[in-house]
């Protein structure tokens, strides 16, 4: 009994404990929006949104520049120094609404082209860029607030902030997809992270004011010089490799059609809901802990093998058996060649779940040689052994492609940090 009382007396229990509420309110919402999509939009139409949301990840993701890994480590260093703090935050902020503004005149500049790269050569969602532009400001923003409020390791605050923005965005996606289908559900894309930024402000006005993010006067050119290796990496992950993402997305659709585009869309729904589970308990817990000069890289390994990955796979596991009644729920007949797809990516997500760490390591510890080198080759990995199992296997190649990727970057980092095991 006492050794229960231990183990939900642990701050990674009570942060797990939390979050799998959030996560099991985000599986709620994405049922009734997964929902909302098959039977109002169809696989065609959810194929446009996932292109779309691809697309929306490159543009954030060069926006953002790894400023959002930045700002966690030195707004956990800095906490207690009022004048660094200001420093950093400015220099961010500032930093953040040049780059957003730039973004949206080149969106508003390039509407005709987008369209027609996205939508497959339709031109009846130009209208989406002109709102993406205008609203990408605080699209950018709302990520930024966030890693602010996990820096000052308010791990409770920033769940809270993802469940009522969630229960916003929720009613505001049904409506619109109800009413104008697939133009609806690209805008509640848009719009789901203005509510975050939002509902993130009024947390975030306990600590900060919003003259220390845009005081020109604290404006420091020191705290860049530190930010080029977070660059870097953001730039290989989250720009190149969302950049590799669109064009698999874009690649599946030529190949294949743009209905089983929207069935393997479906199915990253799905991942991308379990996935979560495990992306926000390393941002929110593991992240921190590891940017921390004193954290011991090894305990925490072990700590997220045994208590998350071992709960990750028995979900996974429950998930395979039930993968029929799942598709029958959650979508409509237009999506049961969807079951064939579960047990390639399922495996992928395995691995890709246990390399999550590691790649956390390396961008905490700032090891961006090591980062770079890892990413470029998994992202080399993905691209071609995609395209040919596409060719090869059709459909079903992409989630073979998405296992073999996953298990070579894990083989690599496990022998990189081989030593660290020892």
């Not at 207690?80 to 500049?109: A, C, E, H, P, Y």
């Amino acid at each position: 009994m006492s050794e229960i009382k231990k183990i939900i007396q642990q701050p990674l229990f009570k942060i797990t404990s939390l979050n799998s509420i959030h996560i099991l309110l985000k599986l709620i919402f994405g049922f009734i929006t997964s929902k909302a999509l098959a039977i109002f939009v169809g696989a065609n139409g959810m194929a446009f949104v996932g292109n779309f949301r691809a697309f929306l990840n490159v543009i954030e993701n060069f926006s953002l520049l790894g400023i959002q890994n930045a700002v966690v480590k030195y707004v956990t260093e800095y906490q207690n120094d009022k004048v660094k703090l200001k420093s950093v935050l400015s220099t961010f902020g500032l930093l953040l609404i040049s780059s957003s503004i730039l973004i949206s005149f080149g969106l508003i500049l390039g509407t005709d082209y987008l369209s027609k790269e996205i939508f497959n050569h339709s031109e009846m969602y130009c209208q989406i860029f002109y709102v993406l532009a205008i609203l990408f400001p605080l699209f950018v923003f709302s990520t930024f607030c966030i890693s602010v409020v996990n820096g000052f390791q308010e791990y409770k605050k920033v769940i809270y902030i993802q469940i009522i923005s969630s229960c916003i965005a929720l009613l505001f996606s049904v409506f619109l997809i109800y009413y104008y289908t697939t133009f609806g559900a690209l805008i509640a894309l848009v719009l789901a992270p203005v509510f975050v930024f939002f509902v993130s402000i009024f947390y975030l006005s306990k600590h900060i004011s919003i003259t220390d993010v845009f005081s020109i006067q604290s404006f420091d050119l020191s705290v860049l010089k530190n930010l080029s290796e977070y660059v870097l990496m953001a730039l290989v992950s989250g720009v190149i490799g969302s950049f590799v993402l669109l064009e698999i997305r874009t690649d599946v659709i030529a190949i294949t059609g743009l209905k089983n585009a929207g069935i393997y869309e479906g199915l990253q729904r799905i991942s991308s809901y379990y996935l979560l589970f495990i992306s926000s308990i390393i941002t929110i817990y593991f992240y921190p802990k590891l940017s921390a000069s004193t954290s011991n890289t090894k305990e925490i390994i072990v700590d997220y093998l045994k208590n998350i990955i071992s709960i990750f796979i028995i979900g996974l596991i429950l998930l395979f058996i039930l993968r029929k009644f799942i598709i029958q729920v959650l979508f409509s007949t237009e999506f049961e060649a969807m079951e064939s797809l579960f047990l390639g990516q399922l495996v992928g997500d395995v691995f890709k779940a246990i390399s999550l760490i590691f790649g956390t390591i390396l961008i905490a510890k700032k090891q961006t040689k090591a980062f770079i080198i890892t990413e470029i080759v998994s992202l080399f990995i993905m691209y071609f052994s995609t395209n040919w199992m596409l060719h090869a296997k059709g459909i079903n190649g992409i989630v073979i492609a998405h296992a073999f990727t996953y298990f070579m970057y894990l083989l690599v980092l496990v022998i990189y940090f081989r030593k660290t095991f020892r």
